[in-house]
């Protein structure tokens, strides 16, 4: 009887510990990318979708670059920046992106980035 007692708690404590190890988040999980790295994950995309030349590709980094940097330094002030804050960052990257593209190329831009960047409208 104390065998299947014994064996019974054993098993309990395997799943309860299994239960709890699979619940933690990944080692190194809670950080988010750093604005060099979300730069370099944004623009490579957009230029493989435009098909921007060296030229367009470098501007829209630097643009994406003092843009993250802003984002990053408005997210350290408060824990949570105001979204007409963050609005008026978006627009004046959008601004500096539409003196870099054409017409045709800012278009495209402007769906990319409403397809895969912006975050969904809250209800």
């Keep these: 009887m104390k065998t299947i007692f014994r064996a019974m708690l054993a098993s309990v404590l395997a799943l309860t510990l299994g239960a709890v190890l699979f619940a933690q988040p990944p080692k190194g999980g809670g950080t988010p990318p750093s604005a060099a790295d979300m730069t370099e994950r944004i623009v490579g995309e957009i230029s493989d979708k435009l098909?921007?030349?060296?030229?367009?590709?470098?501007?829209?980094?630097?643009?994406?670059?003092?843009?993250?940097?802003q984002m990053d330094a408005m997210h350290k002030s408060s824990s949570r920046p105001e979204p007409s804050k963050m609005d008026e960052l978006n627009k004046e990257r959008d601004a500096k992106v539409k003196e870099?593209?054409?017409?045709?190329?800012?278009?495209?831009?402007?769906?990319?980035?409403?397809?895969?960047?912006?975050?969904?409208?809250?209800?």
Excluded: N, Q, W
């Design 51 to 69: 098909t921007l030349s060296s030229e367009e590709e470098a501007s829209l980094k630097d643009i994406f670059t003092d843009f993250g940097e």
């Design 100 to 123: 870099v593209l054409s017409e045709d190329k800012y278009e495209e831009y402007i769906k990319f980035m409403e397809e895969h960047m912006r975050p969904p409208e809250r209800r």
